[in-house]
C-alpha cells in the first residue's frame, strides 16, 4: 500500500481542469488547419472560408444521470443538447452530430430506442445530422458520448479569451434552476428508497424539473446576435456554473470582472425552493451549473442592439486582471467571487455535471 502511494498520484489531487493539463500539455498541434485545439468550449478547424467547431461530452450513469429519474427519452435529448450548447457557445451553427453508446445488457432494446427518440427530437428541434457514432457492450450502466460539429464564418468566432476591460456581461436567461430541480429528484428519490409506496409530488415544480432533466441550448440567442450583427468578444456556455464559466472567461483573457448579485438573474420558483432547500438563491445561481445559458461579453458599443434581446441580463463588467473577479453584493459588499465547480471525480459529488 506505502509503495502505491508514492509511486502514484490520485486523480483527485489535480481536479479535472489539472488533469486534463496534466495529460495534454505536452501536445503541439501539427496541422495548419487546426486553428485552436483544447482549451475552449469547441476545437476550431479551418477549411477555406469557413470554419468547422467540433465539441465532444460524456455523460456516465451514476455520474451525471440516474434512471431512477431520469426518463430515457429525455436524457437522449439532454446528451444531444449539451453538446450542441458548446457549438452556440463559438457562435457557430451545429451540424452533424455522432453518438456512441456503452451499455449493459440491463437495457432492452425498447430503452433504447426511447432513448433514440429523445436523440432523434434534439436532431429535429435543432436541425442537426446523426451522422455515425459506435455502439458497445459495457459492464456496468450506460454511458453516451456525443460530439457535434458546427459552422461558422471565421471572423464570427467566439473564444473565451477575447474579453476586455469595458466590456459588459451578459447571459442568456436565468440561473440556478436546473441545480434546484436535482436535488428536489434527489430528495425524491430518497424519500422513495425508503418507503417505495409513497407518490412523488413533483407537478409544481414542472420548471425546476425540466430546466435539470430537459435543458435547451441557447439556438435563439446565437440568431439573434446575427441578426443584430453583433459579436461577442468573448463567450462561453454556463454548465459549471457562472462563478466557475466567468472564470474561465477572465482567466483565458487575462481580464478581472464584477458582477452584481442583485442583476443575476433567478426565478421566483428556484428562490422560494432554494430557500426551502436552506439554500443561499444566489450561490445556487453562482455555483449551481447545468444551466446551459451563454455568458458573452460585449463591447460598450454594442449595448444599443442587445437592449432588446429575449431573456437577455447585463449582470457586470469586465475590469483590469488585478481587479480580481468580484461580487458586488445587494447588501452594497464586495466579495471575491470563489467557484466551487464541481469536482467530477468526488463520489459525494455524483449526478453533478
Ligand atoms: P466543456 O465544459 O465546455 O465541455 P471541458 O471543461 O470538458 O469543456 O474541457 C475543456 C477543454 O479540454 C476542451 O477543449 C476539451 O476538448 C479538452 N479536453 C477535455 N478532456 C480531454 C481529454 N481527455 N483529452 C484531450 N482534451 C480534453
Ligand atoms: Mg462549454
Not at 455523460?59 to 458548446?86: C, Q, R, T, W
Not at 457557445?89 to 449493459?104: H, R, Y
Not at 436532431?123 to 459506435?134: F, T
Not at 447545468?290 to 457586470?316: A, C, H, Q, W
Request: hydrophobic fraction near 35%; aromatic fraction near 8%.
Amino acid at each position: 500500500m506505502d509503495g502505491y502511494e508514492k509511486k502514484f498520484t490520485d486523480v483527485n489531487k489535480l481536479g479535472e481542469f489539472g488533469l486534463i493539463e496534466k495529460l495534454t500539455s505536452e501536445f503541439t498541434n501539427r496541422q495548419e488547419s487546426t486553428m485552436f485545439g483544447i482549451g475552449d468550449d469547441a476545437a476550431v478547424l479551418k477549411y477555406g472560408k469557413e470554419h468547422l467547431v467540433v465539441s465532444t461530452d460524456m455523460l456516465v450513469e451514476g455520474i451525471h444521470f440516474d434512471l431512477m429519474y431520469s426518463p430515457l427519452k429525455h436524457l437522449g435529448y439532454k446528451a444531444v443538447v449539451v453538446n450542441l450548447s458548446d457549438i452556440y457557445a463559438m457562435n457557430a451553427i451545429p451540424k452533424q452530430i455522432t453518438v456512441s453508446i456503452a451499455l449493459s445488457s440491463k437495457f432492452s432494446v425498447e430503452a433504447l430506442e426511447e432513448l433514440y427518440r429523445g436523440i432523434k427530437e434534439a436532431c429535429r428541434v435543432y436541425n442537426v445530422d446523426l451522422i455515425g457514432g459506435d455502439t458497445t457492450s459495457s459492464p456496468r450502466g450506460l454511458t453516451i458520448s456525443v460530439t457535434a460539429i458546427g459552422k461558422a464564418k471565421a471572423k464570427s468566432i467566439t473564444y473565451r479569451s477575447g474579453a476586455k476591460k469595458g466590456d459588459i456581461i451578459c447571459i442568456t436567461g436565468d440561473l440556478g434552476s436546473a441545480y434546484l430541480g436535482l436535488q428536489i429528484l434527489e430528495r425524491e428519490k430518497q424519500l422513495y428508497v425508503s418507503n417505495p409506496g409513497i407518490q412523488p409530488d413533483l407537478e409544481n415544480e414542472k420548471y425546476l424539473l425540466e430546466r435539470q432533466l430537459k435543458p435547451e441550448a441557447r439556438k435563439d440567442s446565437i440568431a439573434y446576435l446575427a441578426k443584430e450583427g453583433v459579436i461577442p468578444t468573448s463567450m462561453i456556455d454556463i454548465s459549471d456554473g457562472l462563478a466557475s464559466d466567468l472564470m474561465h472567461i477572465c482567466k483565458a483573457s487575462n481580464v478581472g470582472a464584477y458582477i452584481e448579485e442583485a442583476k443575476v438573474p433567478i426565478k421566483d420558483e428556484a428562490q422560494l425552493m432554494a430557500i426551502k432547500f436552506q439554500l443561499d438563491p444566489i450561490t445556487t445561481a453562482l455555483n449551481g451549473g447545468e444551466d446551459y445559458e451563454l455568458l458573452f461579453t460585449i463591447n460598450e458599443k454594442d449595448l444599443e442592439k442587445i437592449r432588446y434581446m429575449p431573456s437577455v441580463y447585463i449582470i457586470g463588467e469586465i475590469t483590469n486582471q488585478e481587479d480580481g473577479i468580484t461580487l458586488h453584493t445587494t447588501g452594497g459588499n464586495i466579495h471575491p467571487l470563489k467557484a466551487q465547480g464541481w469536482n467530477h471525480f468526488d463520489e459525494h459529488d455524483a449526478n453533478q455535471n
